[in-house]
């Protein structure tokens, strides 16, 4: 079974701090995906890669960057966080290039800024 | 309009009953599709991906594509209080790198007892 590992389940942390979220998966995967799911605004894609140090803006970048050093894993930051990045965050892997494979979640990390 | 559409419910549906989810899709090049299943509070749970025109059965469950109509469906058969969750349906972005797939809002399902 695909394993996708989320650091942590939950975080909290403070307005301004520079927050780190941390995915990693363990099936050799090319693609990787960083989504944040609120309620009523469904899942919204924050940026994905698809080769070690690649990445593709999602259609909400803004305050986020990522970082793919290494193919198994894949790390959001949140350069200085805001209460409006209150959240949960969901990583996501999938195999190939070719767009056909579905998406395998991790759990969530459910953020809050505070 | 939006890329993938679906009924954003809640539905509700007796125990034992069949419970249908639709969903439409608007890029006629989209080849895979995908229903998840998400618990709340939980992560999406893949359940089915269908690829081809036609019908595809996994046990309870089965996917329905009509590529003509850009229109795909996920029938639940002898629904249980289990399978209450919400389902997002998700269609592969075509013309793009990296397997991006666009989702749906989802469809919130209640199966009462």
């Known amino acids: 079974d695909v394993k996708v590992t989320q650091s942590s389940r939950y975080l909290v942390k403070r307005t301004g701090e520079k927050v780190f979220l941390e995915c990693v998966q363990d099936m050799d995967h090319e693609n990787m995906f960083w989504y944040r799911q609120d309620p009523g605004l469904g899942l919204r894609l924050i940026y994905f890669s698809y080769d070690v140090k690649m990445k593709e803006k999602g259609d909400i970048p803004e305050g986020y960057s990522v970082s793919r050093e290494k193919k198994e894993r894949f790390s959001l930051i949140l350069e200085s966080a805001s209460t409006n990045q209150t959240s949960m965050y969901l990583c996501?892997?999938?195999?190939?290039?070719?767009?056909?494979?579905?998406?395998?979640f991790g759990d969530g990390t459910r953020l809050s800024i505070l | 309009q939006k890329e993938v559409e679906q009924n954003s419910g809640p539905l509700s549906v007796p125990e034992g009953a069949i419970a249908s989810l639709n969903c439409t899709y608007s890029d006629r090049g989209s080849q895979s599709f995908f229903w998840y299943r998400q618990y709340s509070g939980k992560s999406p749970e893949l359940i089915m991906s269908?690829?081809?025109?036609g019908d595809k059965e996994d046990g309870r469950f089965t996917a329905q594509l009509n590529k003509a109509s850009q229109y795909v469906s996920l029938l639940i058969r002898d629904s249980q209080p289990s399978d209450s969750a919400t389902y997002l349906c998700?269609?592969?972005?075509?013309?793009?790198?990296?397997?991006?797939?666009?989702f749906g809002q989802g469809t919130e399902l209640s199966v009462k007892p």
């Open positions: 269908i690829y081809s025109n």
């Open positions: 996501a892997s999938s195999p190939g290039q070719g767009g056909n494979q579905p998406q395998h």
């Open positions: 998700a269609v592969n972005a075509v013309y793009n790198q990296g397997g991006k797939l666009i």
